[in-house]
């Protein structure tokens, strides 16, 4: 049984990098959002627009990242219990089978909605830095 517990140990690890880069993503954007803000307080009328427009594009995807990261927190949390319960089934010698599955599941799209969050927050940068 401890061999079926490997597994998720390994997706944890997985969902740990991935929290890492999504963390660093964010805090990418607080600065970002920083020097904007400090330049918006300084610039022309003009140029307000353009740090306007940045500063709303910056602050969906934070918002993007955070609901990533949201989501990648909770498959961590689904995959501990899931661990923890493949230790308690054999202990307590019990059929646990389709409460493990369903775990599994559930901690799969979990990480599938934090990767789709991370894709639409690529695709987002990727338009600000190339409108056209």
């Given amino acids: 049984m401890i061999q079926l517990a490997v597994g998720p140990s390994f997706m944890l690890a997985a969902i740990g990098g991935t929290l890492t880069v999504l963390t660093n993503r964010l805090a990418r954007v607080n ?3 920083h020097k904007c803000r400090d330049e918006r307080d300084e610039a022309v009328p003009a140029k307000c627009i ?24 909770l498959c961590g949390v689904i995959v501990c219990l899931l661990i923890g319960s493949l230790f308690v089934a054999n202990e307590l010698e019990l059929a646990f089978d389709r409460p493990v599955a369903v775990l599994f599941v559930v901690a799969m799209l ?23």
Avoid: C, H, W
């Avoid at 353009?50 to 949201?70: M, V």
């Avoid at 894709?119 to 056209?132: A, H, K």
């Fill in 50 to 73: 353009d740090i306007d427009t940045e500063l709303g594009t910056l602050n969906r995807r934070a918002k993007i990242l955070n609901g990533a990261i949201s989501t990648g927190a």
């Fill in 110 to 132: 979990a990480l599938i909605a934090t990767y789709a969050l991370l894709l639409v927050e690529v695709f987002v940068t990727q338009r600000s830095i190339n409108p056209t």
């Fill in 31 to 33: 600065d970002r959002m």
